[in-house]
T-cell receptor, first 116, second 113 residues
Framework: DGGITQSPKYLFRKEGQNVTLSCEQN?????MYWYRQDPGQGLRLIYY???????QKGDIAEGYSVSREKKESFPLTVTSAQKNPTAFYLC???????????????FGEGSRLTVL | ELKVEQNPLFLSMQEGKNYTIYCNYS?????LYWYRQDPGKSLESLFV?????AVKQEGRLMASLDTKARLSTLHITAAVHDLSATYFC?????????????FGQGTRLTINP
């Protein structure tokens, strides 16, 4: 079945460590996104990528890094520079461009990161 | 900068009652989405609204869009417990050809028997 797979589902990190969250999609979507969600809050955009080997910062990119070496993969690294990384991280993808389909985002199941 | 505001943020209702969640946004957009999120889970797409006056219904939920007023509503009819969840609206913005979704804060809906 087509979909978005995030791993790990739960992750614990010690302060000062970098961690990488995986996001893989087999929907053949061009665009991929990373959002962060804090308890009781909406989603905030971290990074997004419209095509392979290209990505842009979202609203809260500081302390995060991404790569887009393959169309189906968009890993997110939470670096030690991120001061408050404990959150729920959601990866999403969509068909690129407003003229194609509805531009709807499809979400993965999320990764919950806790800093000890 | 686009701002998306939902009202109310918390809603507790009795089964069988009707209620409406409001989503206001600050700049022009041509599409709006409604998502549902259960505790600890991902987002599930409910509705995609693509034009002014669009109305979509699925079961006890009905969503509408007024692009002139920059307002969308999510109406719940004869609520049942299974509809308890957090509901998000999200509005599309385009920056340098790239599409971004800006989310509201979410409305946490609790339906009591």
């Amino acid at each position: 079945d087509g979909g978005i797979t995030q791993s790990p589902k739960y992750l614990f990190r010690k302060e000062g460590q970098n961690v990488t969250l995986s996001c893989e999609q087999n929907l053949n979507h061009d665009a991929m996104y990373w959002y962060r969600q804090d308890p009781g809050q909406g989603l905030r955009l971290i990074y997004y990528s419209q095509i392979v080997n290209d990505f842009q910062k979202g609203d809260i990119a500081e302390g995060y890094s991404v790569s887009r070496e393959k169309k189906e993969s968009f890993p997110l690294t939470v670096t030690s520079a991120q001061k408050n990384p404990t959150a729920f991280y959601l990866c999403a993808s969509s068909i690129r461009g407003p003229l194609l389909n509805t531009g709807e985002l499809f979400f993965g199941e999320g990764s919950r990161l806790t800093v000890l | 900068e686009l701002k998306v505001e939902q009202n109310p943020l918390f809603l507790s209702m009795q089964e069988g009652k009707n209620y409406t969640i409001y989503c206001n946004y600050s700049t022009t957009s041509d599409r709006l989405y409604w998502y549902r999120q259960d505790p600890g889970k991902s987002l599930e797409s409910l509705f995609v609204l693509l034009s002014n006056g669009a109305v979509k219904q699925e079961g006890r939920l009905m969503a509408s869009l007024d692009t002139k007023a920059r307002l969308s509503t999510l109406h719940i009819t004869a609520a049942v417990h299974d509809l308890s969840a957090t509901y998000f609206c999200a509005v599309v913005v385009y920056i340098q050809g790239a599409q971004k979704l800006v989310f509201g804060q979410g409305t946490r809906l609790t339906i009591n028997p």
